[in-house]
């Protein structure tokens, strides 16, 4: 197996971030978001964001 170079290193983290926008545009990370975090936290954001 050939040594990691740094233009491996930046294909790897081309491709890395390419998958993440892939899932992020599929809602993959906000279903997680709503799911986990925003659920909770409902009845106070709630408040904030009504004027």
């Known amino acids: 197996m050939p040594q990691m ?3 491996h290193w ?3 983290f081309i491709w890395a971030v ?3 926008a ?3 545009s ?3 990370f906000s279903f997680i978001y709503t ?3 925003v659920k909770p936290l409902d009845k106070s ?3 904030d964001w009504e004027w």
């Open 5 to 7: 170079t740094p233009l």
């Open 10 to 12: 930046a294909t790897l």
């Open 18 to 20: 390419l998958l993440i």
């Open 22 to 24: 892939l899932l992020n």
């Open 26 to 28: 599929l809602g993959f």
């Open 35 to 37: 799911n986990k975090l």
């Open 45 to 47: 954001k709630k408040n």
